[in-house]
């Protein structure tokens, strides 16, 4: 881990949490507070019901909050969706753009998800944009060609504050993880490609890894230089487990 950049470790609860789940977050915060070092920034993005409780009941916690998506629109008539604006009024600071659910579910493209990234810019959030290849594209050796191009096209062409996650589709939630040199690898491309597009502001970015992130396997890739962090899915939901990997990241 590069120490320039302050860590950032990620819970990504997705479709997954009833308001009892708030209790996790109670947990996390008494956990964080018996920490004594704590050098990372932990955020949480709940299902956006949990939003406004989670941020009114931590406002002086160590814990920032995020959305999983938005609309690119401010408002209007968009049944069932969110924008940045909304996401910021309920006290997200984050937001989750380009996951490779929504990409599968939802059918969205690298344009789609650069406009949602600037919606982010325009509510004065952070966009947390995300890229990976799927299982297919790593087994014809494509990996690194269809991740460059994804973040070539799914980051606005002036990227401000942006958080770029690698998460290997195949990674994600199934418990396989890519082997260190092949995470390795990927995260050195990503930082040489946002560095030679944006300058010092490529080096200053934050690339998280994501994908089966769990307590016994954070270590070894929070260590790598250009890993500064990471999207956690399952493993955020329990306090329990994602303080395991908070305390990877020192
Ligand atoms: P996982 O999910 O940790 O459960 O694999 C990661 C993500 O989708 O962000």
Same mark, same amino acid.
């Given at each position: 881990m590069n120490k320039a950049i302050i860590p950032l470790i990620i819970g990504n609860w997705k479709m997954n949490g009833e308001i009892k789940q708030l209790g996790e977050i109670d947990s996390l915060n008494s956990m964080l507070n018996n920490m004594n070092n704590n050098n990372c920034h932990t955020v949480i993005c709940p299902p956006t019901t949990l939003l406004i409780s989670a941020t009114q009941l931590n406002e002086n916690s160590k814990i920032a909050f995020g959305g999983?998506?938005?609309h690119? #629109?401010?408002?209007? =008539? *968009?049944?069932?969706?969110?924008? =940045? #604006? +909304? @996401? %910021?009024?309920? $006290? =997200?600071q984050?937001? +989750?753009?380009g *996951?490779?659910?929504r990409r599968s579910d939802h059918g969205e493209n690298d344009e789609l998800v650069q406009e949602k990234a600037n919606a982010a810019f325009r509510a004065d959030i952070t966009p947390i944009i995300c890229i990976g290849e799927s299982e297919n594209e790593r087994k014809q050796g494509r990996a690194l060609k269809v991740v460059l #191009?994804? @973040?070539d096209k799914s980051i606005p062409t002036d990227i401000k504050d942006i958080i770029v996650a690698y998460e290997p589709v195949w990674a994600i939630g199934t418990g396989l993880v890519p082997s260190i040199n092949d995470i390795n690898e990927m995260h050195d491309a990503i930082r040489a490609a @946002?560095?030679?597009?944006? $300058?010092?502001?490529? #080096? %200053?970015t934050p690339i998280l890894y994501g994908g089966s992130m769990k307590p016994n396997n954070a270590k070894e890739i929070l260590e790598l230089s250009n890993v500064n962090g990471g999207l956690?899915?399952?493993?955020? @939901?329990k306090a329990s487990d994602f303080i395991q990997i908070i305390k990877a990241c020192q």
């Open positions: 999983q998506d938005c690119i #629109e401010q408002s209007g =008539a *968009h049944t069932g969706d969110i924008s =940045a #604006e +909304i @996401l %910021k009024d309920a $006290g =997200a984050y937001v +989750i753009v *996951h490779s659910e #191009e994804q @973040l @946002l560095v030679e597009k944006f $300058g010092v502001n490529g #080096e %200053k956690v899915g399952g493993a955020s @939901l």
